[in-house]
């Protein structure tokens, strides 16, 4: 009898119990508490004041600098300013009626100042004179920090092997299209690259060097991503090592090609 008891109150108990609203525990003793709620967003915690994006002047015309371009030739300095030859002597390469032009067997000429990431306009003209064909007609090259090259070369009706014509980054990636002008007319690059980033050893990119090629306003290389330093024959992964800021080369190839208006600025 006292057994049934205790149960028949215990299902009272519950009973009673289940009808009710559950109880939050309440804030501590001798003190509140205040729900926190996230703030709602509003346009301005996403808008970015300082600092403000730096005020430059562009130039009069596309393919002229701006006002924080670094002039690396415009046919009036002296060319040993800004330029040498690869032993850090004075070039060999001549300037003609503003035009710096190469001169068969002296070499590269390269850049004193030395670049990471930048921007680039260069424009360059292969001779009038048609002599040669494929990789002998019109051939250059601008090395960006030394060791990726953009190939220079007449490749108007001038058949060559995809990856080695104007445009390309040398036996890595052929342009998108072919957009030479003919022999003897000023065509332009306009170059975007990031230099590479580097691993804690020597010999692996952490991020590799990216380029951005526009020939003569065409976009002929798209953020493209290099495997290694170009190499005229091997596989660039193996030639990989750290390096840091190195200079812009022009090539010499046996051919007079003519550069102009060559301005970069640093990014």
């Not at 850049?111 to 250059?140: C, M």
Request: glycine letters at 10%.
């Amino acid at each position: 009898m006292k057994k049934l008891i205790i149960l028949s109150l215990s299902l009272l108990t519950g009973a009673f119990t289940f009808g009710q609203p559950q109880q939050r525990p309440g804030p501590p003793a001798g003190g509140t508490q205040k729900q926190e709620f996230p703030a709602r967003m509003t346009p301005p915690m996403t808008e970015i004041m300082e600092p403000e994006v730096k005020v430059i002047q562009p130039g009069d015309q596309t393919a002229m600098p701006p006002s924080d371009a670094i002039i690396l030739f415009d046919g009036t300095a002296d060319i040993n300013l800004e330029w040498q030859d690869s032993r850090g002597n004075p070039t060999k390469w001549i300037v003609q009626d503003g035009v710096l032009v190469c001169v068969k067997g002296s070499g590269v000429i390269q850049t004193k100042r030395r670049f990471n990431d930048f921007q680039l306009h260069i424009e360059w003209k292969a001779p009038a004179e048609v002599i040669g064909d494929g990789q002998g007609r019109g051939n250059s090259g601008v090395y960006l920090q030394g060791l990726y090259e953009i190939q220079v070369l007449d490749s108007y009706n001038n058949k060559t092997y995809r990856n080695g014509q104007a445009g390309k980054l040398y036996k890595q990636y052929a342009p998108l299209v072919n957009a030479n002008r003919k022999p003897g007319e000023w065509q332009s690059y306009d170059i975007i690259y990031t230099a590479p980033r580097f691993a804690n050893d020597t010999t692996t990119y952490f991020t590799p060097p990216r380029v951005t090629v526009l020939h003569n306003g065409v976009l002929i290389q798209n953020n493209v991503s290099l495997r290694g330093p170009t190499l005229y024959i091997g596989m660039p992964e193996y030639s990989v090592k750290k390096h840091g800021a190195e200079p812009l080369v022009l090539q010499d190839h046996g051919n007079p090609v003519a550069y102009r208006n060559i301005w970069i600025r640093e990014l």
